[in-house]
């Protein structure tokens, strides 16, 4: 699979990544997710290190997957249950 370079821009600094032509609109997509994480971190201290925010920032985002990822597997398990209720019911039937 080939990858072109593409420009992203991230606490007003410029990063070129290597990415395929279907993800590219995904890398974009995140680095604004990044870029308004790393600034909400931030806020106004202007004079924060890059690498401490960034590192807030990444840890911000990964207790956010954390939660949706959780959030999942219970909406998962509810719906593997009411599913196997309605199988239950069905079979029941016959």
């Known amino acids: 699979m080939s990858t072109e370079p593409v ?9 070129t990544v290597g990415v395929s032509a279907d ?3 995904a ?3 995140a680095a604004r997710v990044l870029d ?13 290190a ?6 807030l920032a990444a840890l ?9 990822r959780a959030l ?10 009411v599913l196997d ?3 239950r019911r069905l079979d029941s039937l016959d």
């Open 85 to 87: 209720r309605l199988e």
């Open 7 to 15: 420009s992203i821009r991230v606490l007003d600094r410029e990063y």
């Open 72 to 81: 999942h597997e219970t909406r998962e398990r509810e719906l593997r249950s």
């Open 36 to 48: 308004g994480k790393m600034r909400e971190v931030r806020g106004s201290n202007r004079m924060a």
């Open 50 to 55: 890059v690498d401490r925010v960034a590192v």
């Open 60 to 68: 911000n985002l990964a207790y956010e997957l954390q939660e949706l």
């Open 23 to 25: 993800a590219r609109d």
């Open 27 to 29: 890398l974009l997509a």
